[in-house]
């Protein structure tokens, strides 16, 4: 089994930075893939970036270039840059972890609350 722990979230004012950070214990060497999802109030939950164990990422459109996704797989941590945030950011964000040939994450975190506000 494995354990996903999140940490870094918090309030920040239009225009600030934020970093997340989610390590990863128990037998987290199974994952390959790593990603951070967003859910606002009342929508759903959507991806934001994700990388792989060899260090490929993928953004979605409106991270692009705010955000950047890294990894130290000898620390089992993924971590989530966050730039130029705006409100529309605000949300829980939970870290994700998927095996290989999986088309799903396998396991989650309990997430951390960002809030975009002046």
């Known amino acids: 089994q494995v354990q996903l722990v999140e940490s870094g979230g918090g309030l920040v004012q239009p225009g600030g930075s934020l970093r997340l950070s989610c390590t990863a214990s128990?037998?987290?060497?199974?994952?390959?893939?790593m990603a951070w999802y967003r859910q606002a109030p009342g929508k759903e939950r959507e991806l934001v970036a994700s990388?792989?164990?060899?260090?490929?990422?993928n953004y979605s459109d409106y991270v692009k270039g705010r955000f950047t996704i890294s990894r130290d797989n000898a620390k089992n941590t993924v971590y989530l840059q966050m730039s130029s945030l705006q409100p529309e950011d605000t949300g829980l964000y939970y870290c994700?972890?998927?095996?290989?040939?999986?088309?799903?994450?396998?396991?989650w975190g309990q997430g951390t609350q960002v809030t975009v506000s002046s």
């Open positions: 994700s972890g998927r095996i290989f040939g999986a088309t799903r994450p396998n396991y």
């Open positions: 128990g037998s987290s060497a199974s994952i390959y893939s």
């Open positions: 990388i792989i164990r060899a260090g490929y990422t």
